[in-house]
């Protein structure tokens, strides 16, 4: 038979619960007023960096609130793509976008993938990204990949990301986040030192991104 004690201990906490759950729910949610991620740096570490674009129904698909599409290029002619899509609170904070289905459904087969640890320059500890190799008629896509959430929170899952969302939700009324992927095409005997030099970048941009972090009100 359950005591008195207990049922009161179950009934305060169901109580408690629910008025989180109403809490959480009832509060408007921010809305992005300044996106800033259009002012990163053109130039990283001699990197000359230039816009592009996707065409509209790729946008459409992506339905973030700032995308940053760009060619960074350097003297010696090598060439890293940077993305970053920028979801607000009221979009939920990430994408569906997936590299791992979204290679092979535009043909490429990817032949080597894991967990990188990538160093900040200016930080003492190092953060966990994702790394893709893939190929296709001969061409080597290496990318490396990340979810960041709340400007400094890096991730290299979206269950982590889903994690930090809600206690940002929860404690600060916002889980905004944005997916950010570095890449470059290079041919079979280039794979190995392209993935340095993604990683490298991959750095520089971490160190950049809170400082260009969009702004929620």
Same mark, same amino acid.
């Given at each position: ?43 990283? #570490? ?56 979204? %290679? ?20 003492? #500890? ?43 939700? %929860? ?37 950049? %991104? ?8």
């Amino acid at each position: 038979m359950i005591s008195v004690k207990t049922f009161l201990v179950s009934v305060v906490g169901m109580l408690v619960t629910v008025t989180i759950v109403v809490l959480f729910a009832i509060r408007p949610k921010p809305v992005v007023v300044r996106t800033n991620l259009e002012y990163l740096p053109k130039e990283i #570490s001699g990197y000359i960096g230039t816009e592009d674009t996707f065409p509209e129904s790729v946008y459409r698909e992506l339905n973030a609130d700032k995308h940053v599409y760009r060619h960074y290029r350097s003297g010696d002619g090598s060439q890293l793509d940077l993305y970053v899509g920028y979801y607000g609170t009221a979009k939920g904070g990430r994408t569906g976008h997936n590299p791992y289905a979204c %290679l092979p459904g535009a043909g490429w087969a990817i032949v080597d993938s894991g967990k990188v640890r990538i160093r900040q320059p200016s930080q003492s #500890s190092d953060v966990e990204v994702n790394y893709v190799q893939a190929r296709r008629d001969g061409v080597n896509t290496v990318m490396v990949h990340w979810y960041q959430t709340a400007g400094t929170t890096v991730m290299s899952t979206g269950i982590q990301q889903n994690i930090e969302r809600f206690w940002g939700r %929860l404690l600060h009324n916002r889980n905004d986040g944005a997916f950010v992927q570095i890449s470059t095409r290079v041919s079979d005997d280039q794979v190995a030192n392209a993935g340095t030099k993604v990683r490298n970048f991959a750095g520089l941009v971490l160190q950049l %991104l809170p400082e260009y972090w969009p702004v929620e009100k």
